[in-house]
């Protein structure tokens, strides 16, 4: 845990988190990962600081990213709540990327290049935080936080989600402005149904072990995303994606086993869709290639989804298509041993993401506090 700790150490010092900065640097994704992060750290040392880091990340995210931009002239909760309503339920607005560049007005012509660089709300971006939040309820025992995640995941699904064609069937924008009035991208995300699906899932699973809480009952919501699941092909030679279906699948292993959901159809199909994407990723020889040929963050996505696997053959014991996965758990390593030498770090393609790789290399390193539920 030494690596891990001198990492997420680096982290805060360098976003404003510790010692606080008056105007911290906040990103949705990587202080998602940054959280389970410091809730893993506390687990495996009990020293109390990581809680305490853990929770003040919380708390910035939803004091900066749930909030107006400063280049902004309107001022406030982006939710449009009161400043002590807001404070009560601060993600029921949806929460900001955290982006350079404000986010493309309505009139604005769409250039594909700067929109990667605009601010606005990106649905798979606030599920990994709505995971982020069932974790650290998880790990105090406090459905607050169970409660935040449900009203971004109510908040997100009204906006992200729309009918469409004669059939009315619902499908999803991939980006939304920073207020959810109108989308950036029309486009729908390849794995944000999917996401959707075992999020919701997930945190509603919570509610029997709360039962003084009322909670948001998130059930029609997981309803819609499941139908938006059904028939589709979740296969991805990209290895930040096929890391993200190992993860869910094993997310998704845990529930069936605790929750006692039958879901081993949809199992099936992402065991075969992340070996028919790591098939082809091998193939393809990107893990020959210098640093500066190479991204970090996606290929350490890929490395946490590795460790998932490790985890879900002990689950759910070994099938054919789980012992074909666990072949290729040597990856892990190799991209880790890659990242963790320091010449490889000085490249471009580390530096220009620099906060992301930490953070996603200290999650691979240490990833039960992302991957356990």
């Given at each position: 845990m030494t690596t891990v700790h001198v990492i997420m150490t680096e982290f805060a010092e360098l976003t404003?988190?510790?010692?606080?900065?008056?105007?911290?640097?906040?990103?949705?994704?990587?202080?998602?990962?940054?959280?389970?992060?410091?809730l893993e750290l506390h687990?495996?040392?009990?020293?109390?600081?990581?809680?305490?880091?853990?929770?003040?990340?919380?708390?910035?995210?939803?004091?900066v990213l749930g909030r107006r931009r400063k280049d902004d002239p309107r001022t406030g909760w982006i939710s449009g709540l009161s400043e002590e309503e807001g404070k009560r339920h601060p993600t029921a607005g949806g929460l900001r990327i955290g982006k350079a560049i404000k986010e493309r007005g309505p009139g604005e012509p769409f250039d594909e290049r700067?929109?990667?660089?605009?601010d606005g709300q990106y649905y798979h971006y606030l599920t990994k935080w709505m995971h982020a939040l069932d974790r650290v309820s998880r790990a105090l025992g406090d459905p607050l936080y169970n409660m935040w995640a449900r009203e971004l995941a109510k908040a997100a699904h009204a906006r992200f989600t729309y009918a469409a064609g004669s059939g009315r069937q619902k499908r999803m924008y991939w980006k939304m402005s920073i207020d959810l009035?109108?989308?950036l991208t029309a486009s729908m995300g390849h794995h944000d149904p999917l996401d959707g699906f075992i999020t919701y899932t997930q945190l509603q699973a919570a509610t029997a072990k709360y039962p003084e809480t009322p909670m948001p009952d998130l059930r029609a919501e997981s309803a819609d995303m499941e139908e938006m699941?059904?028939?589709k092909n979740w296969a991805t030679d990209d290895p930040l994606g096929i890391g993200g279906l190992l993860s869910d699948a094993y997310r998704l292993a845990q529930l069936i086993d605790h929750e006692k959901i039958d879901r081993s159809a949809l199992m099936k199909d992402l065991v075969e869709c992340s070996l028919a994407g790591l098939e082809a990723y091998a193939r393809g020889g990107s893990l020959k290639h210098?640093?500066?040929?190479?991204?970090?963050?996606?290929?350490?996505?890929?490395?946490?989804?590795?460790?998932?696997?490790?985890?879900?053959?002990?689950?759910?014991?070994?099938s054919p298509g789980t012992e074909a996965l666990?072949?290729?758990?040597?990856?892990?390593?190799?991209i880790e041993a890659f990242w963790l030498e320091p010449k490889n770090r000085q490249a471009e393609t580390w530096t220009e993401h620099r906060e992301i790789n930490m953070v996603m290399?200290?999650?691979?390193?240490?990833?039960d506090g992302y991957l356990t539920l």
């Open positions: 404003g988190l510790s010692p606080a900065d008056d105007a911290p640097r906040r990103y949705l994704w990587t202080d998602a990962f940054a959280v389970c992060n410091f687990a495996q040392t009990g020293v109390e600081k990581y809680k305490e880091l853990a929770l003040r990340l919380v708390d910035q995210v939803h004091s700067l929109e990667w660089d605009r009035s109108y989308p699941c059904r028939g210098p640093a500066r040929y190479r991204l970090a963050f996606r290929e350490l996505g890929l490395a946490i989804g590795l460790h998932a696997v490790e985890r879900l053959g002990k689950l759910m014991g070994m666990m072949s290729y758990l040597p990856l892990a390593e190799r290399l200290a999650t691979s390193l240490a990833p």
